[in-house]
């Protein structure tokens, strides 16, 4: 079965840079398909950046032009670049696929960001 695991996150400044990583034990091929989520007050998993079905990147309105993905294949490892970090994305981040049947959910990782 496919395991996810996130790692990267701390405790930080608000205004500092972040990069977190989830290493995937799956097909390397299919890389593409997982994004990043995080989890909202409210329990829920909220999507902060993956590629839709139609081939778009979409990011979440609040990290726009703060926040990118990158994908290294050789690595089987999916990254979530944050700067410009603001204490509302003080969160736990989680790795999966943005559609679909999604795969066992990983740990996370907590982004703490605090002055």
Not at 5 to 11: D, H, I, K, Q, R
Not at 102 to 109: E, L
Request: glycine residues 12%; charged residues 15%.
């Amino acid at each position: 079965q496919v395991q996810l695991v996130e790692s990267g996150g701390g405790l930080v400044q608000p205004g500092a840079s972040l990069t977190l990583s989830c290493e995937y034990s799956g097909d390397s091929n299919r890389i593409y398909v997982l994004g990043w989520f995080r989890r909202t007050p409210g329990g829920q998993r909220e999507l902060v950046a993956g590629t839709t079905s139609s081939g778009s990147l979409n990011y979440a309105d609040s990290v726009k032009g703060r926040f990118s993905i990158s994908r290294d294949i050789t690595k089987n490892t999916v990254y979530l670049h944050m700067t410009d970090l603001k204490p509302e994305d003080t969160s736990v981040y989680f790795c999966n696929k943005v559609q679909g049947l999604q795969y066992p959910w990983g740990r996370g990782t907590q982004v703490t960001v605090s002055s």
